[in-house]
């Protein structure tokens, strides 16, 4: 297969063919790996996988560049993750038009992946001087208590292909402040933007003088590399994002060494539209959050709960804006819906809807296999179903919408729960008793539940992630930090005799 070299690969440094690890040197020599573009079906560049010994060897690089990294204060780590924000700024149109090439969103959204990454940084540098500890009153006289934050060690972080660059920053921003190293397994699908923001973080550690190998890269198979990752006890905390299957393997094999996991894994995300919705926002909103990222998002809308008495209106309108979603090349900036990552994800998306029929489902739109070269095109579905089928209660990673109606607000709460994975939510009301009951502990169960706005889309200052399935896990801002430090809690007695704490006396 003849090779395309975009303009892209070379402004990011990436040539024809590519190493797969990296831990201060460049270094691969197992499986040579073609990286093909769903945007046309043709080769972009090759990738080298790393063998297991080359991971030993890479693991260990990263473990050691964490005891002199985590020596370093903080807001000196702050000013470092400043500066790979700065270098993303820099790339940014390059970056975004590589996501685009290799995984298939539109250059739109992968502009705002990058942004998000930026966002993050400019997030760590702040928190670089805000690691906070607390200080409680201590029971005995003459006593302090205190708790603080030190850093963990290397931090593994398993990407999956929708979010091939974002998900890494997400962890490594917060991860370098923190003073933790960080060793990355992207996505198979998706090695040549990881090696472009490796070579990203690499010069802006060389420039600082500092271990390149505090930010390491290791592309591999899952079942191989990824093994090894989550059976290794170097690898102080596995932030695994993936589908529910993998997360549950992930989950387990690291929980039997006593390492330390988030996962971030499958959703199923839902929107209730009110009677009292203001329907233009409930239309726009659904739209996107179900054909944004050709539906491959975890917090892609998947399921509508509608209100019976607005169903027909809403229905309609909506069936109008899929007639006319403009496919095709993600780049071109009139298409709003680019192909989908690969034909395997073609053919498991008209699988679920072959089920949707068998399980009595109505298709009311979509799901025809365009004729653009590389196999990868499809029409976005809207299916009209009688509840959670159990076709429903799956994540197909792919634009299938269930629209469902509802009578009463409680079993609209009640289907948008009634699945076993909780990432995203929303409801679309002018009622505030409404919102508020929907963000109440009787209301949706997901991590994210909003009011007025879609599934996805979720901002950095948050923390990001999911309840049951979804797997618990919590990244990005707000606290999330907390997950990549070890906390360390001490009493310090100044008092010159010796108080034990719960009363208990020393008397003889
Ligand atoms: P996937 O589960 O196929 O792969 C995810 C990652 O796991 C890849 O890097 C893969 O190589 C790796 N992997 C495979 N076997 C492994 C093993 N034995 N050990 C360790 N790692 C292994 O997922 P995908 O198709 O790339 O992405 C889609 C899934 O990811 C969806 O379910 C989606 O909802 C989920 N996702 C979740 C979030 C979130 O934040 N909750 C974000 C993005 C994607």
Redesign the pocket.
Known sequence: MEKVMEKALEALGLSDTNSGGFAGAWTGSGKLQTVVSPIHGEALASVTNVTPQEFDAILAKCHQAFASWKLVPAPKRGEVVKAIGDELRRNKQALAGLVSLEMGKTLREGLGEVQEMIDICDFAVGLSRQLYGLTMPSERRMHRLQEQWHPLGVVGI??????PVA?WSWNTAIALVCGDTVLW?????TPLTAIACTKIAEKVLRDFGFDPAICSLAIG???DI??L??TDPRVALLS?????P?GR??GKLVQERFGRHIL????NGAVIVSDKADLDIAVRSIYFGAIGTSGQR?TTTRRVIVHESVLGTFRERLLELYRKTPIGDPRDGKNLMGPLVDPAAVATMLAAIESVKAEGGKILFGGEKLPNPGGCYITPCIAEVSGNLSIVKE?T?APVLYLMSYRTIEEAIALQNGVTQG?SSAIITNDQREGELFLSVAGSDCGIANVNTGTSGAEIGGA???EKE?GGGRESGSDAWKAYMRRQTSAINFSGTVELAQGITLEM
Do not use: M, Q, W
């Open positions: 398993i990407t999956a292909f929708n979010f998900v397994k992207p996505s198979s699908k198979r899952g079942s990824g093994d990752i989550n695994y994002t993936g589908s529910v993998g393997h992930v971030e894994l499958g959703g975890c994540e990673f990432l990001f992630g999911g979804t």
